[in-house]
C-alpha cells in the first residue's frame, strides 16, 4: 500500500492540473513520493503530445505588463479546461511565458516561443507545461503596443478564474488620465478601430455597398439611397470606431469627446481576449 493520502492526492492535482486518477497511479507508483509522482506524470504526459495535436484548447488566460510605462505586452495562453487555467501552476507558467516575451522584445508568437526562459525556450515551457497537466497547451496570442503612455486593464470575466480579457491603450501624456477608463470601455464594447479615418479602405467600401445593396432591396427610391447609406454608415462608426461610441462609464458623452476634454489622444489599442 502505497503512502499517501486524500490531502496528497488533492495538492498534487492542484498543483499540476491532472486527472485524479493519473496522480493516484503516479503516486502509487512513486511509493507516495510527490517528487517523483510529479516526474511521472510530465513524463507520461511527454508520450502523449501527438494524441493531443487535434484537441482544441479554449480555455486559459491573459497576462499583461507595462514596460517603463511606454510599452505593454500581453499573453494568452491556453489550455482545454478552466481547471487547469486556474491552478498556481499554469498561471506561474503564464507568467513566465510574459516574462520571457517582454525581454525578447517578441511582437508574435514565434517570436515568443523562440524567446530564451532560463536554460530553456518558451516552446519548452509549454511542452513540459503540457505534458505535467495532460492537456494541450498553446501559447495563442501575443501583442506588443508602443506609446507615449500605456495602460493595461486585466478584467475576470468570473470571479474564480484568472483574467479572461486584456486590453492595452496607448495614449499621449494628456489621455493617460482617462486612459484606464477607456481601457475599460473597450473591454466591455469591443471597437475594432480608434476612428473613422483609420476604417481601412477596403472595409469602408465593402461596408457602403453592403449597405446599398440592403437599402435598394428596402424599395427605396434610388436618387435618395446615397443619403440614406451615408447614414447608415455613420451607425456603422459608432458601433465600430472607438471614439465614436457612447463612453461606458458616461453614455451622455462619447469617448472622442471624453478624450477632447483634456486634450488627450488614443493613439493605439489592442484587445485579447481568451478563446476570441
Known amino acids: 500500500m502505497a503512502n499517501f493520502t486524500a490531502a496528497d ?10 486527472g485524479m486518477m493519473d496522480v493516484k497511479n503516479a503516486l502509487s507508483e512513486a ?27 479554449s480555455a486559459g488566460l491573459v497576462a499583461g ?30 507568467n513566465k511565458v510574459l516574462e520571457a516575451a517582454v525581454a525578447a522584445n517578441a511582437t508574435n508568437v514565434e517570436e515568443a516561443l523562440e524567446a530564451p526562459a532560463g536554460d530553456e525556450k518558451v516552446s519548452d515551457l509549454v ?43 496607448a495614449t499621449n501624456q494628456a489621455g493617460e488620465g482617462v486612459a484606464r477608463d477607456i481601457a475599460m470601455h473597450i473591454a466591455a464594447f469591443s471597437p475594432d478601430y480608434i476612428s473613422e ?11 457602403r455597398e453592403t449597405l446599398t445593396k440592403i437599402t435598394l432591396g428596402e424599395g427605396k427610391p434610388e436618387k435618395i439611397v446615397p443619403k440614406i447609406v451615408e447614414g447608415r454608415l455613420n451607425a456603422f462608426y ?19 469627446q471624453v478624450l477632447k476634454e483634456v486634450g488627450g489622444d488614443v493613439t493605439g489599442f489592442a484587445r485579447v481576449q481568451v478563446g476570441a
Open 9 to 18: 492526492v488533492k495538492a498534487l492535482r492542484e498543483q499540476t492540473g491532472a
Open 31 to 57: 511509493d507516495g513520493d510527490k517528487e517523483k509522482a510529479l516526474e511521472i506524470i510530465r513524463l507520461s504526459g511527454l508520450k502523449s503530445l501527438s494524441k493531443r495535436e487535434g484537441r482544441t484548447a
Open 65 to 94: 505588463k507595462i514596460v517603463d510605462g511606454k510599452v505593454g505586452v500581453v499573453v494568452e495562453v491556453n489550455s482545454e479546461t478552466d481547471f487547469v487555467a486556474k491552478t498556481d501552476k499554469f498561471v506561474d507558467f503564464a
Open 127 to 169: 511542452k513540459n507545461m503540457g505534458a505535467v497537466v495532460g492537456e494541450k497547451v498553446e501559447v495563442r496570442n501575443v501583442v506588443r503596443l508602443e506609446g507615449e503612455a500605456m495602460s493595461l486593464y486585466l478584467h475576470q470575466t468570473s470571479a474564480d478564474l484568472p483574467a479572461q480579457v486584456a486590453v492595452l491603450v
Open 197 to 207: 479615418d483609420t476604417v481601412p479602405a477596403d472595409v469602408v467600401e465593402h461596408e
Open 238 to 256: 459608432k458601433e465600430n470606431c472607438l471614439v465614436d461610441q457612447d463612453f461606458a462609464k458616461d453614455p451622455s458623452k462619447t469617448v472622442g
